[in-house]
C-alpha cells in the first residue's frame, strides 16, 4: 500500500533557522492496517503526514502508493486516493456553501474527465448525499441548503470526515482530528471513524496525543521523535501494552523524558482518581 | 422639470452594460476572492478591439473579438499568479500597465470614433424602427446582453467547475484535497470574468460611438462600487441568484445617482472620488463599527459617551458646510453633498446615544 523509503525534510535549509523535520523516515504500510501515531511536540508527525499528502515536496528519498511513485505528484493530484483530516475544523470545509456544495465539490474525486466539470450535481448524488449525511446522526441531512459555517466545530469535523471518505480512499490521514473539540463531541467523531474506515476497511493513519486512545484503536502504534520512528509496535506485543510500558519505551529509546503538553495532560486527567474509564 | 425620464432611462443604459463589469468583478472578487486590478485596462481593450473589428464592418463579430482579447489577458493575468508567483494584486496592475501600450497598439490612436460604424445598437435600431419599442432600442441592447450574461453565468456558477471556483475563493485546502488544482480553477475563473469585463468595454464603446485609451481608467472602483452596493441591497445572506440580479440592479442604481449629483453640477470629475469613498468606506465599516464600539466601552468607563460627542461633531461640520455652501461661490454641490452626509451620520449617532441611555435607564 504505502511505502516511504529514506524520507528526509528539512525547513529552512541553511539558515539559523534550519530545522530537520524528517529524518531519513522509512515506513511500511500494508493493506487494511490502521496505525496510530504518538510522538512529543515537534516530533515530525504533521510533516510526515505533509510528506505523504504532498503538502511539499520532499528532499529526499521516495514515497510510493499501490507501487506508484507519487514522490513528485503535486498535492491535488495525491487526493484523489488521500483523504486528509486536520486538528483544526475550519481547514477541512468552504464555510460560506453549503453543505450539499462541499459535498459536490469532494464528491469530484470520483469523476473521471474533465467532461464532467460542466454537469450539474444530479437528484441521484443529492440523494446519496443525503444518505451518507444521514449515517451522522447530527440532522444534518436536513440542513443540506445550510452554509458549512454555521455548523459547530464537531459538525464542520464529522462533515469534512464524510467529505474524505465520501469516495472511499486507499489511505486516509487523521492528524490529530478530535483535538480542538470538547470531549463528548470528541468521542462521537472518533466512534464514526472507527466505523466507517471498519466498515470500508479504509488503511488508515492517524496521529492522536491519547496515550489510551493510541493502544486501544488499530493494530499497530507507531512513536516518533524528532524526525525519527523511534518505536514501531504491533500485535501481541502491543496487545499487552499499558501507556506506562509506552512511556518507558520512550524514555529508552530516545533517553528522554517524554515532552508533550496535551499526551501528559491527557493522561494525567484519564488516569486521575474518577477519570479512569 | 429637474429629473426627467430620458435621464433615468440613459441612466439606466449605462447602468445595465456597467453591470457586465460589476458581474465580472462578481465572479472574480465575490466569488473568487482575488481582487483583478487588470479590469481598467481590460474594459478598455474589449472597447478598443471591438471598435476596431466593429469599424472593419462586423459589429457582431466586434463583441466575440472582444471577449477572446479580454479572455487572453485574463490568463495571463491568472498565469502570473498561479504559476510564477506574481503577488495577486501585483499581477493585475502589470497586467493592467502593459495593456495600456497593447491598447493603444491596437487603436493606432489615442481615440477611435464609431460615428458612421454599424454597431449593434444602429442594427437594433433598424429592426424595432416602426414599432413603438424603438425609443428603447439601447435599453433593449443592454438589457439583453446582461440578461444573457448574469442567466449564463448563474448555469455556470452551479456546475461542478462553478463550484470549484467559488470553493477557490472560500477555502484553497479544501479544493486541493477535493482532487482539484485552484490554480485551474482560478484560471478559468479570471478568465471568465476577463470575457465579461471585455464584452463590458466593447458594448459601451458601440453604445457611446467612441472608444477612449483612458476610458478604463478607475472602472474597477466604480464597478467595486456597484457590487457594494448591489450586495448592500440584497444583504449578504442572499442566495448567490439574488445577489447576482442585486449587482445588476446597484449598477443600475450607480448611475441614476450619478445623473441626479449631476444634475447639481457636481463636476463629473468628482465622481471618481465619491466612487472611492462608497468603497473605502464599505470595505471598512466592520472596523470602523469595531473601532466605534470600543471608544464607546472605554469613554462609558469614565460616564463620557463618545457617541454624543461624535454627534456634537458631526452637528458643527453640518454648520459648516451649510455656511461654506451660503458664503462661498465655490463647489456649492459638494458642500451641500458634504452637509447632506455629516448630518446622516450625525442623526446616527444621536439615534445609537439614545439607545445606549435608554439600556441605563431600565
Ligand atoms: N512550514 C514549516 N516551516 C518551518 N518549520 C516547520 C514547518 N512545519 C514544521 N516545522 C518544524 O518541523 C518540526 C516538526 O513539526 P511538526 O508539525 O511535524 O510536529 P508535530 O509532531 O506535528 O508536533 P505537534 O504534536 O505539536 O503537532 C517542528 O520543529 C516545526 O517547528
Ligand atoms: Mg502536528
Redesign the pocket.
Known amino acids: 500500500m504505502l511505502k516511504l523509503t529514506n524520507v528526509s525534510k528539512t525547513?529552512?535549509p541553511g539558515t539559523v533557522?534550519q530545522?530537520t523535520?524528517?529524518d531519513r523516515v522509512s515506513l511500511d504500510v500494508p493493506d487494511g492496517d490502521f496505525i496510530t501515531i504518538i510522538?512529543?511536540?515537534?516530533?515530525?508527525?504533521?510533516?510526515?503526514?505533509?510528506a505523504i499528502c504532498g503538502g511539499?515536496y520532499i528532499d529526499e528519498g521516495l514515497v510510493a502508493l499501490d507501487g506508484e511513485n507519487i514522490t513528485y505528484k503535486p498535492e491535488y493530484e495525491r487526493a484523489r486516493y488521500l483523504g486528509h483530516l486536520f486538528?483544526d475544523p475550519m481547514k477541512g470545509t468552504a464555510p460560506n456553501m453549503t453543505i450539499e456544495e462541499n459535498l459536490a465539490v469532494a464528491y469530484l474525486r470520483a469523476s473521471k474527465g474533465r467532461h464532467s466539470f460542466l454537469s450539474r450535481v444530479s437528484a441521484k448524488e443529492r440523494e446519496m448525499f443525503r444518505e451518507h449525511l444521514a449515517m451522522l446522526n447530527m440532522g444534518l441531512e436536513d440542513r443540506m441548503k445550510n452554509p458549512v459555517g454555521l455548523l459547530s466545530g464537531g459538525q464542520r469535523q464529522a462533515l469534512t470526515l464524510l467529505m474524505a471518505t465520501i469516495v472511499t480512499p486507499k489511505l486516509l490521514l487523521l492528524?490529530?482530528h478530535t483535538a480542538a473539540l470538547d470531549p463528548g463531541t470528541a468521542e462521537k467523531v472518533l466512534d464514526l471513524t472507527k466505523r466507517i474506515v471498519a466498515e470500508r476497511n479504509i488503511t488508515c493513519l492517524m496521529?492522536t496525543?491519547n496515550m489510551h486512545q493510541a493502544l486501544e484503536l488499530g493494530n499497530r502504534t507507531l512513536m516518533?521523535d524528532s524526525?525519527h520512528v523511534v518505536f514501531d509496535v504491533s500485535g501481541p506485543e502491543r496487545a499487552k501494552m499499558t501507556v506506562e510500558d509506552l512511556l518507558e519505551k520512550f524514555s529508552v529509546g530516545t533517553g528522554k523524558e517524554f515532552d508533550?503538553d496535551?499526551i501528559l495532560l491527557s493522561t494525567v486527567q484519564e488516569s486521575g482518581p474518577e477519570g479512569k474509564k | 422639470m429637474f429629473i426627467t425620464w430620458s435621464i433615468i432611462q440613459s441612466a439606466l443604459e449605462l447602468g445595465v452594460i456597467y453591470a457586465l463589469v460589476a458581474l465580472a468583478l462578481f465572479l472574480s472578487y465575490s466569488m473568487l476572492n482575488v481582487c483583478d486590478l487588470s479590469t481598467d485596462g481590460c474594459f478598455t481593450l474589449g472597447c478598443a478591439v471591438g471598435s476596431v473589428v466593429a469599424i472593419a464592418g462586423h459589429p457582431i463579430l466586434a463583441l466575440f473579438a472582444a471577449m477572446g482579447a479580454c479572455m487572453l489577458s485574463g490568463f495571463v493575468t491568472a498565469f502570473l499568479q498561479t504559476r510564477l508567483g506574481v503577488e495577486s494584486l501585483l499581477a493585475g496592475i502589470i497586467v493592467n500597465t502593459g495593456l495600456y501600450t497593447v491598447n493603444i497598439l491596437i487603436m493606432g490612436k489615442s481615440t477611435l470614433s464609431l460615428n458612421s460604424t454599424e454597431t449593434v445598437f444602429t442594427m437594433m435600431k433598424s429592426a424595432l424602427s416602426g414599432t413603438p419599442l424603438v425609443d428603447y432600442y439601447k435599453l433593449i441592447v443592454g438589457l439583453l446582453f446582461t440578461a444573457v450574461v448574469l442567466v449564463l453565468l448563474l448555469q455556470f456558477l452551479n456546475t461542478r467547475l462553478g463550484l470549484s471556483i467559488r470553493a477557490t475563493g472560500d477555502n484553497a485546502d479544501m479544493v486541493k484535497s477535493s482532487s482539484i488544482n485552484p490554480a485551474f480553477t482560478t484560471t478559468v475563473g479570471l478568465c471568465i470574468s476577463g470575457a465579461i469585463t471585455g464584452l463590458g468595454g466593447c458594448l459601451l464603446g458601440e453604445y457611446q460611438k467612441s472608444c477612449d485609451i483612458n476610458m478604463g481608467s478607475g472602472m474597477v472602483t466604480i464597478a467595486l462600487a456597484s457590487l457594494i452596493i448591489g450586495e448592500t441591497l440584497v444583504g449578504n445572506r442572499g442566495t448567490i441568484p439574488l445577489r447576482a440580479v442585486g449587482v445588476v440592479l446597484g449598477s443600475c442604481l450607480y448611475r441614476v445617482i450619478v445623473a441626479i449629483a449631476l444634475r447639481f453640477n457636481l463636476p463629473a470629475s468628482a465622481l471618481k472620488l465619491v466612487s472611492a469613498l462608497i468603497v473605502a468606506v464599505a470595505i471598512a465599516s466592520p472596523q470602523i463599527k469595531k473601532l466605534i464600539d470600543f471608544q464607546q466601552k472605554k469613554m462609558a468607563l469614565s460616564g463620557r459617551s463618545f457617541y454624543r460627542l461624535m454627534t456634537l461633531f458631526l452637528a458643527i461640520l453640518t454648520v459648516g458646510c451649510v455656511v461654506w455652501a451660503v458664503l462661498l461661490p465655490v463647489s456649492r454641490a459638494l458642500a451641500v453633498l458634504l452637509a447632506v452626509l455629516c448630518l446622516a451620520a450625525a442623526v446616527w449617532f444621536a439615534l445609537a446615544d439614545r439607545k445606549v441611555r435608554g439600556g441605563k435607564v431600565c
Do not use: I
Open positions: 525547513f529552512n533557522n530545522k523535520a524528517l510522538g512529543s511536540n515537534g516530533a515530525g508527525k504533521s510533516t510526515l503526514f505533509n511539499f486538528q492528524d490529530e496521529v496525543h516518533m524526525g508533550n496535551r
